[in-house]
């Protein structure tokens, strides 16, 4: 018998939550079990601190541990295009351009991406940069997605959303696990972790190793050579100490070695391997004052060292230190404080080939602050006001601030049908790569020796990217079975960067390209998601829309726009005999390209996607065995052009893979 959840979502409060994998003993179980899992899950992205799915004052979608285990999938990117209003694009093997809502690029840097809470992505640009990252799919509790602007919470650049990716604790995954995945092309990803516990002390260890062949390779490409190879060794380590009941020291350690084919550039390959070195390290310190009063400090640094011939080749250091207070104001009326420090310093002038990019000036030293607070009160049984504010300063740009106002009012005493209205602003600040990054020239891709594009040195005088958003949702919960959630919203954007074309006066032919705050943007969607949940598993639909509209027909935006178009699948059923059967699909609408862009960049196409997984329980619960096909639809993948492309490449498309995993 299948109970049906019903879950309609206009991009706000969608959760992509499904059950648990344990059997339960009888079918009324797993189904409250389920619904009260959906509904009391603890998402700290909104405000900062755990609050259950119905208290949210932002957008939030949810990948849990189980969605990322089933699926068979080796990448964040490729787990993050199933989430409702998430735009994903496939560069090359190695490099994606992931997006909330739009405006997503390799180098993207609208969206916010955690580790923990952590900041996660690149100092000089501000995107994600998933693939280098020292963290590993098994390690991972879930995926908070947050749609929507995020800078009262989180700060300066977490403009549209914010992916905040959360890890397990040691006692949640304590002894061995060994998992291995391979497929048809010969890629591989391998993992092996000790997770103990002993007296006060706790610690999770985890090394790996990740192999990617080039697309030409894989796919048997005649027509084309790619370098888009990749060879990852990982490694990462939590520790924690429980000094009394009332006080936790958390440690943490990351390293990744990342040593890849080179990419073009202009119509450029030097034939010269990248090297990514990240290590990334956190010290913390949890402690409970009182019932009504918590806390933390923590300190932490990330260090990359980015040799991309032929675009960059750098240092860059980042340590910041950062607490936050919890208490009650009065009865039914909490708020949080804090704030952090932020210490850049980037090392590095470029190679001596003309064409890489180059901080003048270098070393530099940037710094960054920020005070925050949050404040909400239930102000009556059925009203509740969360208000969010936050200030910013950086030493290279101007102040700003972000802020968060939201009415959350219940229609009825048991609270199960609630209104939420909510306004928003953010702000994203010019990073290292617009304001300082200069490339002297870029080469003809026809005649040698002869140079078209230049990039000026960028004026002094950018402002900060800004965006306001108005959102307005519903949620109700009819009966312990069925929960509609339905949101909506509207987002103005102010003053977007993309680069202004101005012509050499000494070279007939020949363009400088400036960076500059060209106009603005409207932007606004809908999404809707239907969850039914039963003894043998769940199955989850969802639709999304979202638009953007430039203010200028043809303006410069330096990113993809949104797929307006976008529905997705996923299906899961516990068989008999520990098999399990996953299934995922996606439909992915024309991406609208940057038309104004200096390379002409061109709109991918429509595309499906339908991943099939099979998993079987085995050596008496301690083994796994899961097998199955990814873009079942897909030989290959249509070329997608990334910044800076005049040659691209197809991608590999459908992948046979299995995957064996010990636990003991």
């Known amino acids: 018998m299948w109970h049906v959840l019903i879950v309609l979502s206009l991009p706000g409060l969608c959760t992509q939550v499904f059950a648990a994998s344990a059997e339960p003993n009888e079918a009324g179980d797993l189904f409250e079990m389920s619904i009260e899992q959906l509904m009391d899950v603890e998402v700290v992205s909104a405000s900062r601190q755990a609050q259950k799915m119905g208290e949210l004052s932002v957008p939030v979608s949810i990948i849990t541990a189980d969605d990322i285990h089933y699926s068979g999938l080796m990448s964040i990117p490729e787990i993050l295009q199933f989430a409702p209003g998430v735009d994903v694009l496939q560069i090359d093997r190695n490099r994606y351009a992931v997006g909330v809502r739009g405006l997503h690029e390799i180098y993207s840097d609208r969206l916010l991406s955690l580790i923990d809470g952590r900041a996660a992505g690149s100092v000089t640009s501000g995107g994600p940069a998933f693939p280098r990252l020292p963290i590993f799919l098994e390690d991972i509790e879930r995926i908070e997605i947050v749609r929507g602007p995020g800078g009262a919470a989180w700060g300066a650049n977490a403009f549209t959303g914010v992916v905040n990716i959360i890890t397990k604790d040691p006692e949640d995954c304590l002894g061995w696990l ?32 990740e192999d990617r062949e080039s697309s030409d390779s894989a796919i048997d490409g005649d027509n084309f050579l790619s370098h888009d190879f990749s060879r990852n060794w990982r490694f ?200 300082q990054g200069t490339a002297q020239r870029i080469a003809h891709p026809f005649v040698p020796g002869v140079f078209l594009l230049n990039l000026l040195e960028p004026t002094e005088d950018l402002h900060n990217e800004e965006t306001y958003s108005l959102e307005a949702g519903y949620t109700g919960r009819f009966t312990r079975n069925v929960t509609l959630r339905a949101d909506t919203y509207y987002q103005r954007f102010e003053s977007l960067i993309g680069f202004k074309t101005v012509a050499d006066p000494l070279a007939i032919g020949r363009s400088f390209f400036m960076p500059d705050n060209i106009d603005g943007a409207d932007s606004w969607g809908t999404e809707v998601q239907l969850i039914l949940e039963g003894k043998r598993g769940t199955l989850s639909t969802w639709y999304a829309y979202n638009d953007f509209e430039p203010d200028q ?112």
């Open 178 to 209: 060994a998992s291995t995945r391979w497929d048809q092309f010969g890629d591989s990803y391998s993992q092996v972790r000790w997770a103990e516990t002993q007296g006060k002390w706790s610690w999770r260890q985890s090394v790996g190793y």
């Open 236 to 435: 990462d380590g939590k520790a924690i100490y429980r000094a009394t009941e009332a006080t936790k020291m958390s440690f943490g350690l990351g390293y990744s070695y990342l040593k890849s084919g080179d990419f073009e550039f202009g119509n450029r390959f030097l034939g010269k391997n990248n090297r990514l070195n990240t290590l990334r390290s956190f010290v913390r310190i949890d402690h409970e004052f009182d019932d009504e009063t918590s806390g933390y400090l923590q300190v932490f640094s990330n260090h990359n060292s980015v040799k991309e011939p032929a675009l960059l080749d750098y240092y860059e250091n980042e340590n910041d230190i950062e607490g936050q207070l919890n208490f009650a104001v009065a009865e039914n009326h909490r708020m949080s404080v804090g704030g952090n420090f932020r210490w850049v310093r980037i090392d590095g002038e470029g190679s001596s080939d003309p064409q890489t990019f180059i901080y003048h000036g270098a070393p530099l030293n940037e710094y960054w602050g920020g005070l925050f607070a949050i404040d909400r009160w239930q102000a009556s049984e059925r009203l509740t006001i969360e208000g969010q504010v936050r200030g910013d300063w950086y030493s290279e740009t101007q102040k700003d601030w972000s802020g968060r106002l939201t009415a959350l009012y219940a229609l009825d005493e048991a609270k199960d049908h609630v209104l939420r209205l909510s306004t928003a602003n953010a702000f994203r600040a010019p990073l290292i790569i617009l304001r």
């Open 553 to 664: 027909g043809h303006q410069e935006i330096r990113a993809y726009l949104p797929a307006k178009h976008k529905v997705g699948a996923t299906a899961r059923l516990f068989l008999d005999d520990d098999w399990t059967v996953n299934l995922n699909y996606k439909f992915t609408d024309v991406t609208s390209g940057d038309h104004a862009n200096p390379l002409n960049r061109v709109s991918p196409g429509p595309s499906h996607r339908l991943d099939l997984a099979f998993s079987k329980r085995c050596f008496k619960g301690n083994g796994e065995l899961i097998f199955g096909v990814s873009d079942m639809f897909s030989k290959d993948n249509d070329p997608v052009p990334g910044v800076g492309a005049v040659t691209m490449h197809d991608t590999p498309g459908r992948t046979f893979f299995v995957e064996m995993q010990l636990r003991f």
